[in-house]
């Protein structure tokens, strides 16, 4: 009986030699973690795959468009739900493991950097890029909608608040430093 570990045999050797040179072909003397960002998208199309599969399994129908309100607050919500998770000081401990901090970054928010370990680097960056993380928290937000839409709505709801609430206290402060000249 062959005992070869299936991760030695000469295709998956072939292929893992493929990669290994297309990453270093693309790179180009960066750090390019493509074998992360692989995992990375491998787990958003599990993700949207398990909550693709919960929506059919429930039976909800699934709107033939979205309504131009659900668009505007999923946009809102994504967009302050994204930075609370990526810059905020409060939610720094869960980007800990996989960033390193550099410095304050604008009003309560922090700058970090992804680790560079390539175990971390690709989850470091998604949690310190809000415009990565936005892709997952539109999805997530989207599912909660199909599956639980008052909840969901409630909680786009907070989050949009939220966000309008930071506007005019952005608002507020460049006022008073225009009106004050601090």
């Known amino acids: 009986m062959d005992t070869t570990p299936v991760t030695d045999s000469r295709p998956v050797r072939g292929l893992r030699g493929l990669l290994r040179r297309a990453e270093r072909d693309y790179s180009a003397g960066h750090d390019r973690p493509l074998g992360g960002y692989v995992a990375a998208m491998t787990g958003f199309a599990a993700f949207t795959t398990a909550w693709a599969t919960a929506v059919r399994l429930r039976g909800r129908p699934v709107p033939d468009r979205p309504e131009p309100w659900d668009v505007v607050l999923t946009s809102v919500a994504t967009f302050r739900l994204s930075r609370l998770l990526t810059k905020a000081p409060v939610t720094s401990p869960l980007r800990a ?86």
């Not at 809000?130 to 199909?146: D, E, H, K, R």
């Not at 909840?151 to 225009?178: I, N």
Request: proline share 6%; charged share 15%; aromatic share 6%.
């Open 97 to 182: 493991p996989f960033t390193r901090y550099a410095g304050p970054q604008g009003p309560a928010e922090l700058h970090e950097e992804a680790r560079s370990e390539s175990s971390r680097h690709t989850v470091g960056e998604l949690a310190t890029c809000p415009f990565c993380m936005s892709v997952w928290v539109a999805s997530a937000l989207t599912a909660g909608q199909l599956l639980w839409p008052r909840a969901t709505r409630t909680a786009m709801g907070t989050l949009t608040a939220l966000a309008g609430a930071d506007t005019l206290q952005l608002a507020y402060s460049a006022l008073m430093e225009k009106t004050t000249g601090d």
